[in-house]
């Protein structure tokens, strides 16, 4: 790990944004040449998704990768931001480029179907952990209450696995991965601020956080 360490303090914090928008840049090309399938509006709007949960799972898992020995934090912020780019990109995608700006029809989605719910949600979620994702927030908010707002990145990537759950009508192993390391990292943070101690929560949440993997094979 020591060696590893030293590596990626090396690592200037840019090279991760730089490589973090190389996704994007294919996509665009795909979009403009062709490649990216028969309905490339879909094939925009899950890859930006996609990358936008991907990244914000990278994010998260610092703190766990860190506790295991590697440190990889000064990287984090980079992810976080990388992950609202990309979902914000998603939703442009969606407003304009699938629902062609149709007001009315989308605000309908918003009360009727789960998995558009489930994706404002996320993506309010990730508004203020980017607002103040900058070092004068933290110095103005204070560390503790910085860091207790952006446990907003769990209710974020918890509402994201599920409205990737939600929009695929199959689940391939692609969607368990990503809902058993989404529903992984919400157990282990709730284990480490103690709200899994036996009676915090109800019974039903706590079986679905405890064992994900179950909770998804019953669905």
């Not at 490339?40 to 990278?58: C, D, H």
């Amino acid at each position: 790990m020591d060696w590893l360490n030293r590596q990626a303090r090396r690592v200037p914090t840019w090279v991760v944004y730089v490589l973090g928008l190389v996704p994007l840049g294919f996509l665009v090309w795909g979009a403009i040449f062709g490649g990216i399938g028969p309905d490339p509006v879909k094939a925009i709007e899950r890859g930006l998704g996609l990358r936008g949960l991907q990244f914000l799972l990278a994010s998260l898992a610092i703190t766990p990768l860190r506790r295991a020995g590697l440190n990889l934090l000064r990287f984090r912020r980079a992810l976080g931001l990388l992950s609202f780019i990309y979902v914000s990109l998603h939703l442009v995608a969606w407003v304009w480029l699938d629902m062609g700006l149709r007001w009315g029809e989308m605000a309908g989605d918003l009360t009727k179907r789960p998995f558009v719910i489930l994706g404002m949600i996320g993506f309010a979620a990730m508004i203020p952990l980017a607002a103040t994702s900058w070092n004068g927030a933290i110095r103005r908010m204070g560390a503790a209450a910085w860091n207790r707002l952006h446990r907003l990145a769990y209710v974020a990537i918890l509402a994201g696995v599920i409205h990737l759950a939600l929009l695929s009508k199959v689940w391939t192993t692609e969607i368990l991965v990503y809902l058993t390391l989404g529903l992984g990292l919400l157990r282990t943070q709730l284990h480490e601020t103690g709200v899994l101690s036996p009676g915090a929560l109800p019974h039903g949440i706590l079986l679905a956080v405890l064992a994900p993997r179950r909770a998804v094979a019953t669905c």
